[in-house]
């Protein structure tokens, strides 16, 4: 891994993603950040347009701050030579600048905190973030408000065994356990009334074949709010990570429509990486 890109909106949520970010990306020998402000998601709706002498102070209103960003940023690397950081701030809407950012740089990693310090704020980022996780082909690291960097000793892969596939990405779940340290445990969350006996499923086989190498715990929860299941979970089993593939798992079909990952971003303490399914 070697390039993460770091969304940010100057929030204090944004800011906490990015000083867990940076303290992540150590964790995992990553040697290039992109602070990325897009300050067309960031400004007050209005009638008037703006000039370009409105627009350029914008944008170096926005460079400053990301260079304040920075500084925070620098205090958690501590001596990290080895870190180089780019700012980059434009008024593209923040998707697709996330987008174009990700091509430029062949970005490993994108980073987003859960919301912003603002109800309207709250509102942009939550639906940038939604459409990010549902369409970016990077994975992408969502922090939530109260999440702190420490050392994961566990991490928690919540699937839905019947979805699981050859190109479920194994070899990079593979490489945050070996650089992390951690310990994989494989939850198997569903439906109430719709949970199978996990030794008569024929999909258990798959799950054994792809992922017994990491020597992983394997558990099944069942209930009425899958989201509950899995953050109790992970919060029980003191887990430092939960992973996911929005579009290979049932629960996730309709991505945020009934507001399973939604909740899931809004109410864990614990991160969330969203993976993607590899080219089969």
């Known amino acids: 891994m070697q390039t993460i890109i770091i969304t940010t909106d100057f929030s204090a949520t944004s800011r906490n993603a990015a000083r867990y970010a940076a303290a992540w990306g150590e964790a995992l020998e990553i040697n290039h950040m992109v602070l990325y402000h897009a300050y067309d998601d960031s400004a007050v709706v209005s009638e008037i347009p703006l000039t370009e002498a409105d627009i350029s102070q914008v944008h170096e209103q926005s460079l400053e701050a990301l260079e304040d960003l920075e500084k925070e940023v620098r205090t958690v690397l501590k001596d990290n030579a080895k870190m180089s950081i780019d700012l980059v701030a434009n008024g593209s809407p923040l998707v697709l600048g996330v987008e174009r950012l990700a091509e430029r740089y062949r970005a ?56 699981v596939t050859r190109s479920t990405p194994v070899i990079r779940i593979g490489r945050l356990l070996e650089r992390l340290h951690a310990k994989l445990l494989v939850l198997n969350a569903a439906i109430e009334g719709k949970r199978f006996n996990p030794d008569t499923i024929l999909e258990q086989y798959k799950i054994h074949d792809l992922l017994d190498s990491f020597q992983p715990e394997y558990h099944y929860t069942a209930g009425d709010d899958i989201a509950d299941e899995i953050e109790d979970f992970a919060k029980q089993q003191h887990a430092g990570l939960i992973i996911t593939i929005p579009k290979a798992y049932g629960f996730f079909e309709g991505l945020f429509h009934k507001s399973i990952s939604k909740k899931l971003i809004k109410e864990s303490t614990i991160p969330l990486l969203l993976l993607r399914e590899k080219a089969e």
């Open 108 to 163: 490993d990693m994108v980073v987003v905190g859960a919301s912003g310090k603002s109800d309207l704020e709250q509102v942009m980022m939550g639906s940038n973030t939604v459409i990010l996780a549902s369409d970016s082909q990077v994975p992408l690291l969502i922090v939530p408000k109260k999440a702190f960097f420490a050392p994961i000793d566990k991490i928690v892969f919540a699937c839905d065994l019947k979805r």
